[in-house]
Structures are given as structure tokens and as C-alpha cells.
């Protein structure tokens, strides 16, 4: 192991143990649950958008170490963006987890780099991106997904 992947490791850990935007938000406003049953993760993504910007954001839920960092990192990302910008990090976090050719040194993809390794991972890939499936849902009016379909 190289100490890049250390870093990355430690990175989740840190954000398992003491998540970030963790616990229900009082001013929500749009609402999503997400599910992964092949794990049994469990995401509720809260959301206060003021017009077309994510004000504040928040989750609550169960899961493994990868969902709930991923999680963590994804409320400290989108918070203070507008819904097209939150859009366009859901399709890069995707290409993130799914595509080989992406550039993971590529600053713009900031935090999320850090979910690069889970693609050699595929069952973790969905662990991953259950937050962003969770987010989108709930900027899109929908209220519940779940990665099985
Ligand atoms: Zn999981």
C-alpha cells in the first residue's frame, strides 16, 4: 500500500467516525431516502434549497464505512452550490467510481478523489454512490431510490 491510499483510507475512517452535516435539519425543505440492499445501507438526505441553491444540507441513516464518509464528503461539497453545479459533481463522482480513464489528480473532483480506489470494488461502488443517487433524488423531487434497479 502506498501512503496515497493510506491517506485515502484515513480520510474515510475520519469521516465514518465523526461525519460531517450529520443529523436532522430543521429548515428542510426537500427530502430523500436511499437504500442499497445489497449492503444495507440506509441514507435520508435533508435539504434546504432557497431557489435554485442548496443552503444547507444534512443526512441521517445507517451504514457501512464507504456510505457514510461518502456521505459526509458529499454534504461538505454540494452545501452553498446551486442545483446545476450539484448535478454536474453527481456525473463526476460517477465517472469517479466507474471510469478508468478519469484523471483522479484533477483538482475539481477535490474530496471525491478519494473514492477513486472503490471502482476496482464493484459491489462498494454503490455504497459510494448512494449519497449522490440520495442527493440527486431529492434536488429532482423524487423521494425514494434505491440502487437495486
Ligand atoms: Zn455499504
Redesign the pocket.
Known amino acids: 500500500m502506498n501512503d496515497l491510499e493510506q491517506l485515502y483510507q484515513q480520510v474515510i475512517l475520519d469521516h465514518n467516525k465523526s461525519p460531517h452535516n450529520y443529523g436532522h435539519l430543521p429548515s428542510c425543505n426537500r427530502t430523500a431516502d436511499g437504500m442499497?440492499p445489497l449492503?444495507?445501507?440506509h441514507i435520508t438526505v435533508e435539504l434546504e434549497l432557497n431557489g435554485d441553491i442548496i443552503k444547507d444540507v444534512h443526512f441521517t441513516g445507517s451504514?457501512?464505512a464507504?456510505?457514510k464518509s461518502s456521505a459526509s464528503i458529499m454534504t461538505t461539497i454540494v452545501k452553498g452550490k446551486t442545483m446545476e453545479e450539484a448535478d454536474r459533481m453527481f456525473e463526476q463522482f460517477h465517472h469517479l467510481v466507474t471510469d478508468d480513464t478519469i484523471d483522479v489528480s484533477d483538482e475539481g473532483l477535490g474530496k471525491m478523489a478519494v473514492f477513486a480506489g472503490v471502482k476496482e470494488f464493484p459491489a462498494?461502488v454503490?455504497?459510494a454512490s448512494?449519497a449522490w443517487h440520495t442527493l440527486h433524488a431529492a434536488l429532482h423531487g423524487e423521494n425514494e431510490i434505491s440502487t437495486e434497479s
Open positions: 442499497n449492503c444495507g445501507d451504514g457501512c464507504i456510505s462498494r454503490k455504497c448512494l
